[in-house]
């Protein structure tokens, strides 16, 4: 995620951002937080006019005095509440999320939760909070032996396709299927052209699921 963000430039290769792409970046450690603003201040510091800003802050459970407090003076948890709430107030259109829900107490992950969801720009997080996963996350990229592989759905829906996959590969039960005209995965950028027959796990089709829509890619039938 700091590679993405651009905090972080040692790595190989290429990282490219699509035009219009507004980035907002969420550490754990809450970097961007000034110790000697107050709560309001911070979210005015970042254009957010007053009354929207104490709108905003009652969402993530800042009320009254509370938006008086100093930054210095919050807990972990309420820091991390004020970085979100300075992040979903604020222009960016793709946020990055480094464990969100790190030193937060159940409120405050319930107030985190629904903020996000209903979140209308893109969202890409790091977390081994699978529950947490579950209350807004519509797609997984998981990366094994250097690929990354795309599920859509939530991780839930996600890990009970892997042990599916995993019960597959014990039994021997991969299905093939065969390629009636090429198509090009947008997920891997990988190609695939006629007559090519691919061994898939349920898990395997959701990067195919287009070309299985469009009859490209078919089960290959037992003779």
């Given amino acids: 995620l700091k590679m993405i963000a651009g905090l972080e430039k040692d790595?190989?290769?290429?990282?490219?951002?699509?035009?219009?792409?507004r980035l907002g970046y969420y550490s754990q450690h809450q970097e961007n937080l000034q110790p000697e603003n107050t709560v309001i201040e911070e979210m005015t510091s970042i254009g957010v006019k007053e009354d929207d800003a104490k709108h905003a802050l009652a969402k993530f459970l800042f009320r009254g005095k509370d938006i008086?407090?100093?930054?210095?003076?919050?807990s972990?948890?309420?820091?991390?509440?004020l970085a979100i709430c300075k992040?979903?107030?604020?222009?960016?259109?793709?946020?990055?999320l480094d464990e969100v829900t790190n030193h937060l107490d159940l409120d405050s992950r319930h107030a985190v939760e629904l903020a996000l969801a209903d979140y209308t720009g893109s969202i890409l997080a790091a977390s081994h909070d699978r529950y947490f996963l579950?209350?807004?996350?519509?797609?997984?990229?998981?990366i094994k032996d250097k690929k990354i592989f795309n599920?859509?759905?939530?991780?839930?829906?996600?890990?009970?396709?892997?042990k599916r996959m995993r019960s597959l590969l014990e039994k021997g039960?991969?299905?093939?299927?065969?390629?009636?005209?090429?198509?090009?995965?947008?997920t891997t950028g990988k190609k695939y052209t006629q007559g090519?027959?691919?061994?898939?796990?349920?898990?395997?089709?959701?990067?195919?699921?287009?070309?299985?829509?469009?009859?490209?890619?078919?089960?290959?039938?037992?003779?």
Wanted: glycine residues 10%; positive net charge; aromatic residues 12%.
């Fill in 11 to 21: 790595y190989e290769g290429l990282i490219e951002l699509s035009y219009g792409t």
């Fill in 68 to 74: 008086l407090r100093k930054v210095k003076t919050l």
């Fill in 76 to 81: 972990g948890g309420e820091r991390a509440r």
């Fill in 87 to 96: 992040l979903v107030s604020g222009e960016h259109n793709f946020l990055l």
């Fill in 134 to 142: 579950d209350s807004f996350v519509t797609r997984i990229a998981s």
């Fill in 151 to 162: 599920y859509n759905g939530t991780f839930s829906e996600f890990w009970n396709a892997e």
């Fill in 173 to 186: 039960e991969l299905k093939k299927f065969i390629v009636r005209k090429k198509y090009t995965d947008w």
């Fill in 196 to 223: 090519m027959v691919l061994e898939l796990s349920e898990l395997d089709l959701g990067g195919h699921k287009d070309a299985v829509k469009n009859g490209w890619l078919v089960p290959l039938k037992k003779r």
